[in-house]
């Protein structure tokens, strides 16, 4: 069964650094998302991505935040300069339509220390 | 913004009970998912509905849409200790926002065997 791939699972980083999180969609898909998960909180909406432009962002993907499709198959997620609030798990979805359902990958959990 | 309460926030029952769990906003979706996650793993799609009032059953699962679109339900006939886990209900905005959720805070459920 065809599934979304993240890496890496885990990622442990300084303050002030960069991260980018990767993530492999569902081959034919076109719609790309990613969510955050603070520990204990809900998952949140970050941005969404369709014909290699951002479709929408939420008031958290600030200037930090870069998202790209560099090759055709990875999707990432960049923050350049990492804050401790940024510790949560991220997840990528993509859809093959937008009335389709949601595929989520296993997640990327970024501790910042 | 879209939001979406869910309830109960924890759940713990013996095994062959019955439950529910509520998803209430004051908006509208387009459609409604739930999901099930397991520690440290992305959610993973049980059901979406479309069509207010629409009725879905997954063997004991029985999930529903209210008529206008707002509230949703999902109903569990006999727990099992394998129902144990976390549930979580997304709204889906539709329109311009295609598949952009709205997540509820999660119903931890614990079934005791």
């Known amino acids: 069964e065809p599934e979304v791939t993240q890496t890496p699972s885990h990622q442990v980083t300084q303050m002030g650094q960069e991260v980018i999180l990767r993530c492999v969609p569902i081959?034919?898909?076109?719609?790309f998302y990613w969510y955050r998960q603070i520990l204990g909180q809900k998952v949140e909406f970050l941005v969404s991505?369709?014909?290699?432009?951002?479709?929408?962002k939420s008031e958290i993907f600030d200037d930090q935040f870069s998202v790209e499709r560099p090759d055709g198959s990875n999707f990432t997620l960049k923050i350049r300069s990492t804050k401790l609030e940024d510790s949560a798990m991220y997840f990528c979805?993509?859809?093959?339509?937008?009335?389709?359902?949601?595929?989520f990958g296993q997640g990327t959990r970024l501790t910042v220390v | 913004t879209q939001l979406l309460e869910q309830s109960p926030q924890f759940l713990s029952i013996q095994e062959g009970e019955n439950l529910t769990v509520y998803c209430n906003s004051s908006?509208?979706?387009?459609?409604l998912q739930w999901y099930r996650q397991e520690p440290g793993e992305g959610p993973v799609l049980l059901v979406t509905v479309v069509t207010g009032g629409e009725v879905k059953k997954l063997k004991r699962l029985t999930f529903q849409f209210g008529d206008a679109r707002k509230d949703s339900s999902l109903h569990i006939t006999a727990a099992q200790p394998g129902d144990t886990g976390l549930y979580l209900c997304?709204?889906?905005?539709?329109?311009?926002?295609?598949?952009?959720?709205?997540f509820g805070q999660g119903t931890i459920l614990t079934v005791h065997p």
């Open positions: 979805a993509s859809y093959y339509t937008s009335y389709t359902e949601a595929f």
């Open positions: 908006s509208v979706f387009s459609s």
């Open positions: 081959s034919n898909h076109l719609y």
């Open positions: 997304a709204g889906a905005a539709g329109g311009t926002s295609y598949g952009k959720l709205t």
């Open positions: 991505f369709y014909n290699n432009e951002i479709s929408e």
